[in-house]
């Protein structure tokens, strides 16, 4: 059976050891390795996170051959310039040792290694364009608007941008909401498919079963009948922390019983924001916790409602949260601020959280009756609801017919 399998090589810049390795790389290689293809994967894994053994093999036995390096963290610019050396010559190698005939490229660094090496090779060119990768430099504060060296970065990025779209072969891209600019920049009929941040839903449910509501609201300090607001994931620049604080504190004056509980790897980053902006007293309302990937379900497991607020910058047209359709999985329903990707179209339709107006006033009535809807919307709804569009099981029939398509496309 081996023999007749095709080799497609899976580029990545992200570590698969890395928390969004782990929700957002891996399910995927697995959905791709259910289709006729060997699937080669080359990662960036960083130091402390050099536990190989026990994923190589995890990998081996669904099908997927891991080729990885170690992503350099010193030197700023001039490791990344290593570093993309490193990922040419390392996919050069496979490339030609493997036989690839499809290159999957994550983001844009990836791409443009795909790019150069499709003047020389013969393959098909996915371009998994994950989100305004050029953008969101200056969104994160990666780059600087007032540095030339930046600047010219940012004018060098965008030609190849172009470049690399219109040397594709497939374009997926995770919202609708970003197809028109996609369309608009490439300008040529290259087939384009929307594949949102899926989860694996069964993998939730299983989890959310081992843990009673009940009995990890105890574990935490908290009692059967506090609702709990929840949020996961990371703090940086994006995410607009003191104003989700700020509206639990709007709420907090009309639900006494309402605790606000952070499941985050930045413990220290978030407890700089709370004690500049806030009076110390607000830790006997709010608990934060560090969670593994094993664990993350159940912390979970406590959120009556899960939250976040995010910059709505142009980049943000482009962007699908993991945690909202973590949430989804686990039947939790979910509020965001308006104009963040294809969310709200996702909950409106849907009607699995609420979104909130966060420009013209956080503290509306208009705001605290969002807030009183998604308490009564029951979990098992939402599970339901949302399972058949966001489900793992979805991205693996778009990966089948993008590689099928590919395949029987070949020259």
Known sequence: MKANKKNSLYLSY??????????????????????????????????????????????????IKWHYTLFTSSFGKIGKIFDLLKMFFLTLSLLKKKKIQIIHCRSHIPALIGYILKKFFKFKLIFDFRGLWIEERFDYKIWKKNNLLDFFLFKIFKILEVKILRSSDYIICLTNSVKPYIKKTMKKNIPIKVIPCCSDFNFFQREKKKYSKKLVKKKLKLKKKDLVLGYCGSINEIYLIKEMILFFLFLKKKYNNLFFVFITPHQQELKKIIDNSFNKNIYNNIKIYKSNREKISMYLSCFDIAISFIKNKFSRIAMSPTKMFESFAMGIPFICNSGIGDVDEIIKKNKCGGIVNIKKNLYSKENINVFKKCIRIQSNFVTKRTMQLFDISFAEKKYKYIYNFLQNDRK
Not at 33 to 60: P, R
Request: hydrophobic content about 35%; some cysteine; glycine content about 4%.
């Open 14 to 63: 992200d570590g698969l050891l890395d928390p969004l390795g782990q929700s957002q790389i891996i399910p995927y290689l697995k959905c791709i390795s259910k289709n006729d293809y060997i699937v080669n994967v080359l990662s960036f894994e960083k130091k402390y996170n050099l536990k190989i053994k026990k994923l190589k093999l995890y990998l081996n036995k669904n099908n």
